[in-house]
């Protein structure tokens, strides 16, 4: 019995490694900070309220009805680091109008601006920071994004990305995801399970879907428990159109035309 035993968690030691090692490269591409993501959320989150739009953060510099009309619609986005810089949006294009929320984070400091056209026929973007074509940085929050952990675009693809990563990564407010079972689908493609226990018998299981050892899709289902007892379920969807470990340089700067006012202290010399 002891004999069984031990092979039985040989086993399911080395299966683990195999099963979780499709996952493992892209684990090691977000570690490497390192990568451009390209996604499409097709799973947006119920209008709660008529202030949930598209904002990635703070405001767009666009009246309330220019950056309404993606509301409760898909959304696309990008990610892009090299080292400590960083830039993310978020948006869509709807009826040939076109709107993206963009952060960039370079050199200790954020800036938040507004990228959109109003026709398809339009080749150039236009954008809106603290004003048309211009932007004021704001001293990057770096205990705030440890509290929060790294964000990775909108609310559902920063927790489905932090999910990959290594618990030792996340704060103790971060729900930690355990490995629960992999396969092969019956149109070839792969897949690895992983589960969540939220508290109070709430749970989430993700599902990332690999074409080969290609990441394409990520899914999950989250079961939620109001106070009343009420059950619902929530289920997601990401697909992934690239995951790759080289930064896209051109994004972790701002964009030509777009002037920074930002007044800065001068550094007294010795």
Same mark, same amino acid.
Not at 183 to 187: H, T
Not at 258 to 266: F, G, H, I
């Given at each position: 019995m002891k004999k069984f035993l031990i092979l039985a968690l040989l086993i399911f030691a080395v299966s683990f490694h195999v099963e979780a090692s499709r996952l493992d490269s892209y684990r090691e591409i977000l570690l490497s900070n390192s990568y451009t993501i390209k996604y499409t959320n097709v799973t947006p989150a119920p209008r709660v309220t008529n202030k949930d739009r598209v904002e990635l953060y703070g405001k767009s510099g666009l009246a309330a009805e220019e950056n309404d009309f993606l509301t409760n619609k898909p959304k696309s986005g990008v990610i892009t680091a090299d080292?400590?810089?960083?830039?993310?949006e978020i948006g869509g294009k709807v009826d040939g109008k076109e709107l993206y929320m963009c952060r960039l984070s370079k050199n200790g400091e954020d800036f938040f601006f507004?990228?959109?056209?109003?026709?398809?026929?339009?080749?150039?973007?236009?954008?809106?920071?603290?004003r048309r074509?211009?932007?004021?940085?704001?001293?990057?929050?770096?205990?705030a994004e440890i509290l929060d952990n790294e964000s990775y675009g909108d609310a559902d693809m920063s927790r489905l990305i932090n999910a990959i990563l290594p618990n030792s990564n996340k704060n103790s407010q971060q729900a930690e995801y355990k490995f629960i079972a992999q396969?092969? +689908?019956?149109?070839g493609n792969f897949y690895e399970d992983y589960?969540?226990?939220? *508290?109070?018998?709430? $749970?989430?299981?993700?599902r990332y879907y690999f074409e080969g050892d290609k +990441?394409?899709?990520?899914?999950?289902?989250?079961l939620d428990?109001?106070?009343? *007892?009420?059950?619902? $379920?929530?289920?997601?969807?990401?697909?992934?159109?690239?995951?790759?470990?080289?930064?896209?340089?051109?994004?972790?700067?701002l964009p030509k035309g777009?002037?920074?006012?930002?007044?800065?202290?001068?550094s007294k010399e010795a």
């Open positions: 080292g400590q810089n960083k830039y993310e507004t990228k959109y056209k109003n026709k398809e026929s339009e080749r150039k973007w236009k954008y809106v920071g603290t074509n211009r932007v004021v940085a704001n001293d990057k929050n770096y205990i396969g092969e +689908l019956p149109d589960r969540a226990d939220l *508290g109070g018998g709430n $749970v989430e299981i993700v +990441l394409f899709k990520i899914a999950s289902a989250s428990k109001t106070p009343a *007892g009420t059950e619902y $379920v929530r289920h997601y969807i990401i697909q992934i159109a690239e995951f790759s470990p080289a930064p896209e340089e051109s994004l972790l700067q777009v002037k920074d006012e930002t007044k800065r202290k001068k």
